[in-house]
């Protein structure tokens, strides 16, 4: 297949790159690098253009023939989406649907969309299946269950195929140290430990001790980037297979607190951690766990690394490589 990779520089979408092209796919990175790094594109062609650019989007499709497209290009940070929601309301839902309307022009078909498990707000149940009520608490999620809404809409509309990967918690990194995490600023906690870990940061904080948990802490659902990158290869078949439209819950179905994280990590490391215990954050559920059951099913979904160990060792792997280097982000 000819697949274009929309935010393609960036953490997942470079994960994506690399196994497209690994696995004989034809593949064009479309990334306005706000966030992405150039060198982490390692395959294919490179277009340096803003989704908010219609003229750019109409001719990078007339320049060549696409079967699909797999969007990753959306700002993440929930906090900055509360003080800054313009930014992500413009880019995330605006900037997307000039995406599908340059894709509808060109007669492209299928489409991949990076959603969240954000779009479900506080849960009322744990796992959370497809079936739970969406309701998101901060505009992050607003953005990513508008996508998903305005997909419903494409399809009935204009034929557009889509399916949308409700991601939990990313994590991970190639297993060959290619490529791994490298946002600015680092916001996702296995990343941050491992800093701890490597000395590029001193120590790292524990937001609230206190939930209705085994430990006090947070317990999240945390799922290797290349099992995520799996069930979108999977999602272009399954769109093929059914002609029709999903959204499937992406995650391993079990759940680790934060001090199972960083006790997983010195384990792994072998290095000290610091750890500094600080007030809860507004909008954060005690439990976040996925119901993949689902994808498991419709996608043949059997996700490789699931196992807590792996996820920290493959990152760690990169944040070793990443720290030699003296680079930050």
Known sequence: MNVLVVGGAGYIGSHMVKM??????????????STGHRDAVVAGRVVEADLADR?????????????????????????ESVREPAKYYRNNFANTLNLLDAMVAAGVTRFVFSSSAAVFGEPERVPIDEAHPKRPINPYGRTKLMVEEALA??????????????YFNAAGADPQGAIGERHDPETHLVPLVLQAASGRRPSVAVFGDDYDTPD???????????????????????????????AFNLGNGQGFSVREVIDTARRVTGRPIAVVASPRREGDPARLVADATLARRELGWNPRFAALDTIVAH????????ASRGTEG
């Open 20 to 33: 497209l092209a690994a696995r004989g796919h034809a593949v064009v990175t479309l990334d306005n690098f």
């Open 153 to 166: 809409d494409y399809d009935a509309a204009y034929g557009l195929r889509s399916v949308s990967l409700r």
């Open 216 to 246: 006090g802490t947070c317990v999240r659902d945390y799922i290797h980037v290349v099992d995520l990158c799996d069930a979108h290869l999977l999602a272009l078949d399954w769109m093929a297979a059914h002609g029709s439209s999903g």
């Open 55 to 79: 003229a750019a989007l109409d001719a990078l499709f007339a320049s060549g023939r696409f079967d699909a497209v797999m969007h990753f290009a959306s700002f993440i940070q929930v906090g």
């Open 315 to 322: 990152a760690w792997a990169w944040e070793r490589t990443h």
